[in-house]
């Protein structure tokens, strides 16, 4: 399975499953990111927010998804979605990979929540604060999961990213295991141990 980060939330999946993109954004709705014409067989957005759904960036090619999907309703703030409603939680998995993408989770996840979650392989994770989970909520929350590659994403970077989410460095001096990636894509096969994964931010 291939991983490329394009930016904010957004990542596409590549594998004998199918081509999938999580939560695309729409032109101007993320500072710094635009976000190139896609095709794919299917696109999942964990809520409906331009930064998260800009479905109309991805052309489909009719022929669905290969992979197993499973859902987590969860919250995009910590009053219950009283402030900015709901998110959802994609686990999409193929070629014994899992992939968990926590979309603008909000707030700390409940024990059912977890056990619905289980042990995925990959988990790309919020780390900006303001309009989900901060630095040190993202690490507990990344500790209790315990993937093997956590990816952490929608954080600001120099450059890009909203001025009122935290940088990179906020999450990153919170974990020991630290791997800088020399580009935006990866396959997990090439981490068999434990480690935090630093995508590059390619504009």
């Avoid at 291939?2 to 999946?13: D, V």
């Avoid at 109309?56 to 910590?78: F, N, P, Q």
């Amino acid at each position: 399975m291939k991983i490329t980060w394009l930016g904010h939330s957004c990542f596409m999946l590549e594998s004998a499953a199918g081509t999938l993109v999580l939560d695309p954004y729409s032109d101007g709705s993320v500072p710094g990111w635009t976000l190139p014409q896609l095709r794919a067989d299917a696109v999942l957005c964990s809520h409906g927010h331009a930064d998260h759904a800009g479905t109309e960036k991805v052309a489909l090619t009719g022929r669905g998804s290969g992979y197993d999907l499973r859902t987590i309703d969860c919250w995009h703030d910590d009053a219950g979605g009283a402030m900015r409603g709901k998110n959802v939680i994609h686990i999409a998995a193929a070629e014994g990979v899992s992939v968990a993408h926590l979309g603008d989770l909000g707030h700390e996840l409940g024990a059912e929540q977890y056990e619905a979650l289980g042990a995925p392989d990959v988990l790309l994770i919020p780390i900006g604060g303001h309009y989900t989970i901060d630095a040190a909520a993202a690490k507990a929350v990344a500790d209790r999961v315990g993937a093997r590659i956590t990816v952490p994403m929608h954080y600001r970077g120099e450059g890009f990213g909203y001025d009122v989410i935290g940088p990179l460095e906020e999450y990153t001096k919170l974990c020991g295991d630290v791997v800088y990636a020399e580009t935006n894509s990866f396959d997990p096969a090439d981490y068999p141990q434990r480690v935090t994964l630093v995508l590059k931010a390619v504009r």
